[in-house]
């Protein structure tokens, strides 16, 4: 069990500039989350995978977002034409999906976002 | 939308004190997670407490799912300055539970 891996780990761009993050979950989970922190804040839901297909999209998710896991393994997650209010902490998590819906979810170490 | 207070929001406390944090909601949830969080490091998973009136121990730290399944507590016995972190509440929601509502975290500082 190696973990979840999220990469880069620190990304600092200019406003207007796109970004991709990277997201590897634990190999046996097919469940998929991605979360944003702010400075003194818990995580707020973005969106979530059940293998490739895309669930569920938080209302935070504006149409310059856009999240993909194309092969129900890794996922990535684009910001385009970024904007400060988009500086965070960008959190990946998986989980088993089984019929038992408490299954708890194991987070990556992040990305963290500075735009400039 | 369901919300998660999370009281108190910071806590200095000697150590060998004990402590309690509290994580209260309007809402049901299907379960609730406890979390602590380092700076630069994402959350990790301590507890998952799903049944109401649920107590799960892990050494010193003691986690209480209220009977109704929409607040939970972490107690903390004779607190060491190991403890001190960010921890985090967080309630699954949605038809298969399959997103986390948090609350804002308890900053918990122990001084030696």
């Known amino acids: 069990d190696t973990g979840v891996s999220q990469n880069p780990r620190h990304k600092i761009t200019k406003r207007g500039q796109n970004v991709t993050f990277r997201c590897d979950p634990i190999?046996?989970?097919?469940?998929l989350y991605w979360y944003r922190q702010t400075l003194g804040q818990g995580p707020e839901f973005l969106t979530y995978f059940q293998n490739e297909a895309q669930l569920e999209k938080s209302r935070l998710l504006s149409d310059r977002f856009s999240a993909e896991r194309p092969k129900g393994s890794f996922s990535t997650l684009e910001i385009q034409r970024t904007e400060q209010g988009d500086s965070a902490m960008y959190l990946c998590?998986?989980?088993?999906?089984?019929?038992?819906?408490?299954?708890?979810?194991?987070f990556g170490d992040g990305t963290r976002l500075s735009i400039l | 939308t369901q919300l998660l207070e999370q009281s108190p929001q910071f806590l200095s406390i000697q150590e060998g004190e004990n402590l309690t944090v509290y994580c209260n909601s309007s809402?049901?949830?299907?379960?609730l997670q406890w979390y602590r969080q380092e700076p630069g490091e994402g959350p990790v998973l301590l507890v998952t407490?799903?049944?109401?009136?649920e107590v799960k121990k892990l050494k010193r730290l003691t986690f209480q799912f209220g009977d109704a399944r929409k607040d939970s507590s972490l107690h903390i016995t004779a607190a060491q300055p190991g403890d001190t972190g960010l921890y985090l509440c967080a309630g699954a929601v949605g038809q298969g539970a399959q997103k986390l509502v948090f609350g804002q975290g308890t900053r918990l500082t122990i001084n030696p």
């Open positions: 809402s049901v949830f299907s379960s």
């Open positions: 190999s046996e989970h097919n469940r």
């Open positions: 407490v799903v049944t109401g009136g």
């Open positions: 998590a998986s989980s088993r999906g089984t019929a038992n819906p408490n299954q708890p979810q194991h």
